[in-house]
């Protein structure tokens, strides 16, 4: 079949990579160059063990504080406030402990096969040394601060987590450059990260056009329907693109095309910031969570990244690096004396469902459409597995994962 993928971000590179498999011929539709969006910026962790929501049981009570504190790691500006608040309930009614559970064991599903479901596109590509496989630190002041963390940890290790302590010795010895600041960890030895997101994309989009995908440079604003098919893409310029499916993975962007397809999607960004330190004098040997400052830390072949927080403002107001600055401020003191030759700060859009769950199956309104977004903060983990998960479906072919909590319907 001829499959049209709207957007090149990690879902649509590894979306194509899959599908080429099966021998189908595939189109990208997407303005931008492949990894340029979401994908350019973020933390880089590919971790099996990411699994709990963005809200947790409550979380609500540190809301008030967070917004009071302009370095805190949530803002909403006061122009979307309005527009926010209604999904903000759908997330609140998401945080409770029962839908936590059943919200981390979905997604634990999807993230378990991450490193499974790269492999092959990345060995293709001659990318996999854009994949580390060397463990991931969630690290803390004290064992008595972690203890505030305990149900979720425990939550992770009941769904088969690998979760080992590490007293501040053990710690040390890892990653010297943690020593002082942070005096207990949790070392979580099946995860991994990538040290350049963007890189990984490229590779896997690049392999796609070897193997024959062609990029069509456009923004697709529609879809026209022949009973109950798409055989078209309306594009930006007015031109058209006869196709025999389309992948809709438009990250942030994908909720107006959804619709057009039948599902309405309570899609939002939570936009997100990082500052890479170029030439750092702190060095680390794998990714590091800062759990209690809600910071992600990860050397890159760029220089320390320091990735985070989340900004409700919608998709169009400009970024405020403020936030980014206000990073490696608590980089320093974390890292007292961290410094490097530059800093280069960047904002990207999460494509964020209010339960944390992405949208991943056939549109309601079309028998050869399919819906691949709203990853959130674990695009990177999950962009291979929904690939995967996705050729399996146009192929007719039974899912490797069960795809019934990410179904495009169920917010109805
Ligand atoms: C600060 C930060 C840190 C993060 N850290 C991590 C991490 O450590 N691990 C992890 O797993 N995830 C992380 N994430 C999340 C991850 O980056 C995203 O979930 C992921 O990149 C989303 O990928 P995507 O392919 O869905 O979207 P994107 O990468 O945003 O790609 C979407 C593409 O669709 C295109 N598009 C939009 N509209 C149209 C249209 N109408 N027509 C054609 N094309 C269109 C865009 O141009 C873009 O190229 C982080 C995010 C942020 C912001």
Request: net charge neutral.
């Amino acid at each position: 079949m001829h499959i049209a993928i709207v957007g090149t971000g990690v879902v649509g590179a590894c979306t194509a990579g899959w599908l080429q498999r099966d021998g189908h011929t595939i189109t990208f539709v997407d303005p931008r160059e492949a990894g340029e969006a979401c994908s350019f910026g973020n933390a880089g962790s590919l971790s099996p063990s990411a699994c709990l929501p963005v809200g947790m049981p409550g979380m609500w009570r540190n809301i008030p504080k967070w917004l009071l504190d302009p370095e805190g790691p949530l803002v909403i500006r006061a122009h979307y406030l309005p527009r926010i608040l209604p999904w903000l309930l759908q997330f609140m009614q998401a945080s409770t402990e029962k839908e936590v559970v059943r919200i981390a064991t979905a997604v634990r599903n999807l993230l378990r096969p991450v490193f499974e479901a790269y492999e092959p596109l990345a060995q293709r590509a001659g990318a996999s040394s854009l994949i580390r496989r060397n463990g991931c630190l969630y690290v803390y002041s004290s064992r008595e601060s972690a203890r505030r963390w305990k149900w979720g940890m425990d939550l992770r290790r009941n769904l088969g987590v690998e979760m080992r302590e590490v007293d501040s010795d053990e710690l040390a010895e890892l990653e010297p450059a943690l020593k002082g600041t942070f005096r207990f960890g949790q070392f979580a030895s099946d995860n991994g990260s990538t040290p350049d997101p963007s890189a990984l994309v490229k590779a896997i989009y690049g392999q796609a056009i070897k193997d024959g995908a062609t990029h069509v440079r456009s923004s697709v604003t529609g879809f026209e329907l022949t009973g109950g098919v798409v055989d078209r893409l309306v594009l930006d310029d007015g031109e058209r693109l006869e196709v025999d499916g389309v992948v809709l993975a438009a990250g942030a962007w994908s909720a107006r095309l959804s619709r057009q397809l039948g599902a309405r999607i309570p899609l939002e960004s939570q936009r997100g910031y990082h500052v890479t330190v170029a030439d750092p004098n702190v060095i680390l040997e794998r990714n590091v969570m800062a759990v209690e400052h809600n910071i992600m830390v990860n050397p890159m072949h760029s220089g320390l990244r320091l990735a985070g927080t989340v900004e409700f403002a919608g998709l169009n107001a400009p970024p405020r690096y403020e936030r980014a600055e206000s990073l490696l401020r608590k980089g320093n003191d974390l890292f007292p004396g961290l410094h490097g030759s530059r800093e280069s700060y960047w904002m990207g859009h999460r494509p964020c469902l209010p339960d944390s769950l992405p949208v991943i199956g056939l549109a309601p309104k079309a028998d050869n459409a399919f819906l691949g977004f709203g990853h959130g903060h674990v695009g990177m983990c999950g962009g291979a597995t929904t690939g995967r998960e996705i050729a399996n479906l146009v192929s007719g072919r039974d899912p490797e994962v069960d795809l019934s909590p990410f179904s495009p319907t169920r917010f109805r």
